[in-house]
């Protein structure tokens, strides 16, 4: 999933309550793909039915908000990756 994706998976996972009606998997993914690709919330909301998923851009929006500073805050800065 890349540096980015995995960061926004690991803090999804331990935001994400179980028995939610969204499993924390289809949230980073959807995160990730917004990160990754430099990505609209609206071209997000498009490509995710090619996995199953139907999600509204308003939706990937709250979740990159929700989650998107705490992967940003957890992610490893430039001292960890030794530059």
Wanted: glycine fraction near 16%; charge should be positive.
């Amino acid at each position: 999933m890349g540096r980015a994706g995995e960061g926004l998976a690991r803090v999804v996972r331990a935001a994400v309550v179980p028995g939610a009606p969204v499993p924390g998997g289809i949230i980073a993914h959807c995160g990730w793909r917004y990160v990754r690709f430099l990505l609209g919330f609206r071209e997000v909301e498009e490509l995710m039915p090619g996995r199953d998923v139907l999600v509204s851009h308003e939706t990937v929006r709250r979740w990159c908000v929700t989650f998107g500073q705490a992967c940003a805050a957890g992610g490893p800065g430039p001292a960890a990756r030794g530059t």
